[in-house]
């Protein structure tokens, strides 16, 4: 009798174990909602005249920007875990095809990459997502997030229907999206909107790119609201039919959204990027927004029934050579970290906005209860690393490729290395053979910086802001090097087609003024072949 009791004690509980996997499988696929009330999944998020709805009930979008790319995967959770106990309710985030397509027929979504296993996390969290794929991204990248390797054509004209970037863009998109397309809101997933492009109103060169872009999410399965997002002065030229047009702001001028509303009357209004701050380029102040300004702002476009995501809510770090750089008035590389002054801090730390934010949605959803605040991860100090020992370039430039010779300068872009796709980021040392002294002269010409050795002695550095470096006197034949770096491709602008990394713009414009006022380009007297050796 005994043991008939522990057998059925255990068939109990396995069947409440399993009810228990069935409750989980149906709230994660069928969508149960915080209210409880099963989802159809048949109509989406949608837009009236005056608001958002989701499966047919008022809905407003509440949002928060945080990369996946930015973030090392040890720490999603934890961040998605503190915007969700913030009170926000949907997660977006942009996709960069620069890492996802590395080199041409390359592809990486794995690892910190995996984009469907982010998406998944954030609907294992209740979080909606607003899903950006470019492919130009902006988001402050090297080539505003698209491949180096697009500017080996000579010809290349970015964020157009030139055939060679849209059989690129058709290629990336023929791997991405189908990722994407299950995890759809009427899928059972949680995108419930895509974004097409960005900002593309202030590039605006090509009236067919936007339908062409739009076309191709929806042929491959996209189905979901479709967004568009520009300023407010580039709102006309950046939308396309049959998308949402959405605004970015940090300060809530009338104007703005009275562009938005003369353009679009019957819409509900949507700020996609309500800057929480700002990135931060080198030799600069780190740009901060006060916090009582970031929540007042907030407060008044909740007021006015507005829906709105927040970028960023936690930024990271732009890791290794991702960040791009500005070019006006003048060029300036921009930092790896990318804190952005937002409410969690770059290492995932609470700030005065979080506190004041989540005070404000609380209040804002009185009817819903927020998560707990997650404990803070404890942060380990390290000591000052002490160095031993170093090996200089010369001898690191053994276990190197073996030199490429040429004419002319090659820009980082066209040289042969990487199967064919050239050199994305990092340093290359280029060398020649000089017979005399003279000034080294750039104008505007330089791209980024440069050391420069003779014959392996430094003499100096060359910058995008330099005129012009001596070059001591000397008849004998000596080897001129210059080690240039990339700092990082302009992340915006109508210039993108333009942004080749080589030391020159114009090989011409390189020279070496001679005493006798006689000029010797790259391409003339002046070297016997240039040797280019790939960092």
């Known amino acids: 009798m005994v043991v008939l009791r522990i057998r059925n004690a255990h068939k109990r509980k396995y069947a409440l174990i399993c009810l228990c996997i069935a409750g989980f499988i149906m709230y994660r696929y069928l969508g149960m909602p915080a209210g409880g009330r099963r989802m159809s999944r048949k109509v989406g998020l949608s837009a009236n005249s005056s608001q958002f709805t989701l499966e047919g009930e008022p809905f407003r979008i509440l949002g928060g920007s945080i990369h996946y790319f930015r973030v090392p995967r040890a720490y999603w959770r934890d961040r998605l875990m503190k915007m969700k106990a913030c009170g926000i309710n949907t997660l977006t985030t942009y996709v960069p095809w620069s890492l996802h397509q590395p080199e041409r027929g390359v592809f990486n979504f794995h690892t910190q990459l995996d984009l469907v296993a982010y998406i998944n996390l954030a609907a294992e969290l209740g979080l909606w997502v607003i899903l950006r794929p470019g492919p130009y991204i902006s988001s402050e990248l090297d080539l505003g997030g698209l491949p180096s390797w697009l500017l080996r054509d000579g010809s290349m004209r970015l964020r157009t229907t030139y055939p060679s970037f849209t059989q690129a863009v058709n290629t990336y998109f023929d791997k991405l999206i189908p990722k994407v397309v299950p995890l759809q809101f009427k899928k059972g997933g949680p995108i419930i909107a895509v974004q097409v492009e960005n900002e593309y109103g202030s590039f605006a060169k ?18 979901e609201l479709l967004f568009t997002s520009d300023n407010h002065n580039t709102l006309k030229s950046g939308g396309v039919d049959g998308a949402i047009r959405s605004v970015k702001l940090q300060k809530l001028n009338h104007r703005d959204i009275q562009d938005l509303s003369a353009i679009q009357p019957n819409s509900p209004t949507m700020v996609m990027d309500y800057w929480t701050g700002w990135y931060d380029v080198w030799g600069n102040l780190h740009h901060v927004l006060p916090p009582e300004d970031m929540v007042s702002t907030v407060r008044e476009m909740l007021r006015r029934g507005m829906s709105v995501n927040l970028y960023m809510f936690h930024g990271g770090s732009s890791f290794g050579f991702l960040s791009g750089a500005l070019t006006d008035p003048s060029y300036k590389a921009l930092v790896p970290s990318y804190d952005y002054d937002a409410p969690l801090s770059e290492a995932g730390e609470y700030t005065q906005k979080y506190h004041l934010l ?34 200089s370039l010369w001898d690191a430039l053994s276990f190197t490729e073996g ?10 872009e066209n040289l042969p290395v990487n199967n064919k796709n050239g050199q994305s980021y990092g340093y290359t040392l280029y060398e ?6 003279g000034l080294l002269k750039s104008g505007d010409n330089v791209r980024d910086r440069a050391l420069v050795f003779v014959d392996r002695s430094y003499i100096g550095l060359f910058k995008r802001q330099s005129l012009e470096l001596a070059v001591p006197d000397g008849k004998e034949r000596r080897t001129l090097s210059l080690l240039v770096e990339n700092c990082g491709r302009v992340h915006q602008g109508r210039d993108l087609d333009k942004q080749h990394k080589v030391f020159i713009r114009h090989l011409g414009k390189l020279s070496l003024k001679l005493p006798a006022s006689q000029v010797f380009s790259w391409g003339g007297c002046l070297h016997t072949g240039i040797r280019v050796t790939h960092l």
Request: proline share 6%.
């Open 206 to 223: 090509d009236e067919s790119y936007m339908l062409f872009i739009k076309e191709a999410l929806q042929s491959r399965g996209i189905s």
């Open 358 to 391: 989540r005070d404000l949605l609380s209040r804002f959803n009185r009817g819903e209860s927020f998560l707990d605040m997650p404990a803070l991860r404890y942060r380990e100090a390290y000591e000052p690393a002490i160095m031993y020992q170093h090996l």
């Open 403 to 412: 030199p490429f010779k040429s004419s002319k300068p090659v820009n980082m």
């Open 432 to 437: 020649t053979t000089i017979t005399s002294g």
